[in-house]
């Protein structure tokens, strides 16, 4: 079966905090890919991020950093620095036969 | 590029009633994806289309349908309408649907009374 789970329903941190959202995925698929989306209050579903089962390099992008480790089968997302503009729902997504399966979303608060 | 648009944005609807929902995809994309989010059940697949062919379907029962005309746009139909029924529905786009890269729109609010 095919499955994501973010473990953490919701995090709330101060303003310039480091937090980590955590993404764990099952597949038997060898080519899958795997996202990250974010959902503000207005409801959009924002792209941040593809990467597929063969490209283990983790990535920087300003303030956000994501880790894919294959032997743990995690898809971990940082923001470093949080803003109070990075308030919204996180998804992680893993991307096979054509269709997204989502985790349940972690919900960052970030407090000024 | 216009992003996906999706109307209407609201709709208001009675148990048993029928209702129609309409996604237009970014210019150039083919394949249309349709999603439900509920704050219960959380995200959840329904149908994907690539040049007028349904591709995949997710499990839900078959009051939910849908169509992708010639010009990509995609229309989803839910039927005999339930309480349950009452969700947000999220369209998104893509080019080939084979990198799972989706752009979504706004969606449509479905509120069932």
């Known amino acids: 079966a095919q499955k994501v789970t973010q473990a953490q329903t919701e995090i709330s941190v101060v303003e310039k905090e480091d937090v980590t959202l955590d993404c764990v995925y099952e597949t038997r698929d060898t080519t899958y890919y795997l996202f990250w989306y974010k959902q503000p209050p207005s409801g959009e579903l924002v792209f941040l991020i593809r990467?597929?089962?063969?490209d283990e390099q983790n990535e920087i992008s300003g303030r956000y950093s994501w880790n894919f480790q294959k032997s743990t089968s995690s898809f971990n997302f940082t923001i470093t620095a949080s803003q109070v503009v990075d308030s919204a729902v996180y998804f992680c997504?893993?991307?096979?036969?054509?269709?997204?399966?989502w985790g349940a979303g972690t919900k960052l608060i970030i407090k000024p | 590029k216009a992003g996906v648009t999706q109307t209407p944005r609201y709709l208001i609807k009675t148990r048993g009633q029928q209702v129609t929902l309409s996604c237009s995809p970014i210019?150039?994309?083919?394949?249309v994806s349709w999603y439900q989010q509920t704050p219960g059940q959380g995200l959840q697949f329904l149908f994907e289309?690539?040049?007028?062919?349904?591709?995949n379907k997710g499990n839900f029962p078959g009051r939910f349908s849908g169509r992708q005309f010639s010009n990509s746009r995609s229309e989803m139909n839910v039927s005999t309408l339930e309480l349950g029924d009452s969700a947000l529905y999220l369209c998104a786009s893509s080019s080939s649907g084979r990198t799972y890269e989706q752009y979504f729109g706004p969606g449509t609010r479905l509120t069932v009374t």
């Open positions: 210019s150039g994309h083919r394949s």
């Open positions: 997504a893993l991307g096979s036969n054509y269709q997204l399966i």
């Open positions: 990467r597929n089962s063969f």
């Open positions: 289309y690539f040049s007028e062919t349904q591709r």
